[in-house]
């Protein structure tokens, strides 16, 4: 299912209503998530509201979608290890404020990547399968993450998750203001960005 076909300008606004049922203002018919998940893959971009209150519950409704799909059970796409860490970030200030830019950027990066795995077959479509290049290919990704995971610890080099390290004081020194601490990790997530844009010119 795809909604390309209707002109619509701007994301298609979804109704969500109270008996659950969902409705595209676009095409004014009920759908359901497997409608909404094509959609997605689709690339249409829709925004989902609750008809009574007009909240805005587009991410509830794609997490209520991921859930869906990955309680299929033959393409599941998040390992355990991932949803633990990332459910620990919750309530952390700090890992609150900086994840979800990373996470984006991973995503981007990713998605680049498989459009360039993809085209690349599609050149190749009928040769001998071109594992060496997509070896090399995966190498350069796991070396851009890698270090990128390393940035995301602001404090030291421990990698993702790292606890960071205590700072030593002197005696009689005052610690250094909280501000200071913030400046520091915009200052690395900035540098983590150009690495990462840095790596991907350098492909």
């Known amino acids: ?103 984006d950027m991973s995503m981007q990066s990713f998605t680049q990547n498989k459009d360039q795995i993809q085209d690349y077959m599609n050149q190749t479509f009928g040769n001998v399968f071109p594992f060496g290049n997509l070896e090399e290919m995966g190498k350069q990704n796991m070396a851009m993450f890698e270090q990128a995971m390393q940035m995301f610890s602001p404090f030291n080099g421990a990698g993702f998750g790292a606890k960071p390290a205590a700072p030593e004081q002197r005696d009689g020194a005052e610690e250094a203001p909280a501000g200071n601490a913030l400046d520091e990790l915009q200052k690395q997530m900035q540098m983590m960005q150009k690495k990462l844009e840095d790596m991907e010119k350098g492909k």
């Open 1 to 103: 299912m795809s909604d390309n076909s209707t002109g619509k300008v701007g994301p298609i606004t979804i109704k969500k209503y109270a008996n659950r049922r969902l409705y595209n203002t676009a095409t004014s018919s009920y759908v359901t998530l497997d409608h909404l998940c094509q959609m997605v893959k689709d690339g249409v971009e829709f925004e989902v509201f609750d008809a009574k209150t007009g909240e805005d519950i587009t991410r509830s409704v794609l997490t209520q979608i991921i859930v869906e799909e990955e309680s299929k059970g033959d393409q599941n796409l998040l390992p355990i290890s991932f949803l633990r860490q990332l459910i620990s970030f919750y309530g952390d200030n700090v890992q609150q404020m900086l994840l979800p830019q990373y996470l």
